[in-house]
């Protein structure tokens, strides 16, 4: 979503041999260049279709770059754990270009060490990366709930369950400040470092804003990873 030095993958007929999640497994995972991951989602029950990212450059101080395949670049603090922002490719130098999505006030949805019963907050604010009007904010308890054996395209794993359940609501300024509840489900994988599952629910009013119903529901799933080796 093994040690903290790494993980050891073994492929047999095609399967993947992933030990149990233990107590060694909770810390946060570091990331390789090289990793890789593909994943496909669903929006509304309608398949969407597949993503791709890929660790590039880690800098100095261990933030981390995932490439997506359509060029963006995504930075992430490997020692907070957490999504710095979202950037264009620029097409010269490789290197990030202008801010997409700054995610720099946001709370990751995971919070290390990772251990049955563990609960924390969780806030996200979504704002228009042009004009920096704020459009709308999530809040949102997780709690580690146990461990589960996740199934997912890419196989199966030994995975913690986290659940998480708040509200979401937009600005005055964006669909008239409507507010509603939202149901996450989580299921992190140490043996692949990263999600292999996430399903979204988020409730809010109907046009006629008398009844309280589904308006947005997504689920993505792990369909391929691969680890890059870890130096000795």
């Known amino acids: 979503m093994p040690t903290r030095a790494g993980w050891t993958l073994l492929t047999i007929c095609g399967a993947f041999l992933l030990s149990p999640v233990t107590a060694a497994d909770d810390g946060a995972p570091p990331f390789v260049a090289g ?14 279709g597949t993503y791709t990212e890929q660790v590039g450059a880690i800098a100095e101080d261990g933030t981390a770059e995932f490439v997506a395949e359509g060029g963006s670049i995504t930075t992430f603090d490997q020692r907070r754990h957490r999504y710095l922002a979202r950037y264009a490719a620029d097409a010269l130098t490789g290197r990030p270009g202008a801010v997409l999505e700054d995610w720099r006030g946001n709370d990751s949805t995971l ?45 199966e794993f030994d995975t913690y369950r986290i ?70």
């Open 35 to 48: 990793d890789r991951w593909t994943y496909r989602y669903t929006q509304d029950g309608s398949e969407r």
């Open 163 to 232: 659940e998480l359940v708040g509200r979401w609501r937009s600005e005055p300024h964006i669909s008239e400040g409507l507010a509603g509840r939202q149901v996450e489900t989580d299921w992190f994988a140490p043996s692949v470092k990263r999600l292999v599952r996430r399903e979204i629910r988020s409730y809010g009013f109907t046009s006629a804003k008398t009844t309280s119903a589904v308006i947005y529901e997504r689920v993505d799933e792990l369909m391929s990873f691969r680890l890059a080796q870890t130096s000795p």
């Open 111 to 155: 919070s290390f060490p990772l251990r049955v019963g563990a609960q924390w907050s969780v806030t996200q604010r979504y704002n228009n990366a042009d004009t920096g009007y704020e459009l709308s904010t999530v809040r949102l308890e997780a709690k580690v709930v146990g461990h589960e054996r996740a199934r997912t395209p890419a196989g």
